[in-house]
């Protein structure tokens, strides 16, 4: 996946945050946050926004884009 | 597992116990009397096959809507659908063509494919393929991502 992102560091980041509370802030399941996390499902452009606003940072410093072409 | 691929998987299975017997019984009838199954009980066939996807369906989503309450439906599961239900859709779409080609090129060969009561069993297993197509790529996808 070319979006890489840094979810579980930001959970951990506050004060170990579980995925079922991420998910009960962001109204989705928890399978949904697991999946995110393991890049296996990349989220729509307004939950992304939503993850970092809820971490308080901005959205490229918790998804990333990697240029595969370019390594 | 979530509430929405356990539902998934309740209805391809469903699908797969009812229809594959039916239509196995079906064309068991054909090959046995080779005419095509008289409309009693192709009619008959076809309620039964429908009362019993309504228990086989119905009692276990409800089951699994009273153990799973809180589970909601986000953009995940949005997502999925509407994937599963596009390819859902193509795949009626060919099984149709394929059908009415089929039928009209095979015709003068195979004059079962004249007749009502048979064609229309072929559009029934059109719509159950593409729903075991639906059912499938949702639990397919659930698996993927998960």
Redesign the interface.
């Known amino acids: 996946m070319p979006v890489k992102n840094s979810v579980r560091r930001c959970r951990f980041d506050a004060d170990e945050m579980t995925q079922q509370q991420l998910a009960d802030r962001l109204?989705?399941?928890r399978?949904?946050i697991?999946?995110i996390e393991s890049g296996?499902?990349q989220?729509?452009l307004e939950?992304a926004f939503r993850i970092a606003a809820l971490f308080g940072k901005r959205i490229e410093e918790v998804f990333v884009f990697v240029d595969e072409s370019k390594t | 597992m979530c509430t929405n691929e356990r539902l998934a998987w309740v209805c391809l299975v469903s699908i797969a116990v009812v229809y594959i017997p039916y239509f196995s019984f079906l064309t068991y009838l054909v090959q046995t009397s080779n005419v095509p199954p008289p409309l009693g009980v192709a009619t008959i066939a076809f309620v039964g096959a429908i009362i019993a996807q309504m228990f086989i369906t119905g009692i276990p989503a409800a089951i699994v809507g009273i153990l799973d309450r809180k589970q909601v439906t986000d953009e995940r599961d949005i997502a999925i659908r509407h994937k599963a239900s596009t390819l859902a859709y193509v795949c009626l779409i060919s099984c149709v063509l394929i059908l009415v080609t089929g039928a009209s090129l095979l015709r003068p060969m195979f004059p079962l494919l004249g007749d009502g009561v048979f064609i229309g069993q072929l559009g029934l297993l059109c719509v159950v393929i593409s729903e075991l197509s639906n059912y499938g790529v949702q639990v397919f996808e659930y698996r993927r991502t998960t």
């Open positions: 109204g989705v399941s399978q949904t697991i999946s296996k499902y989220p729509s939950l």
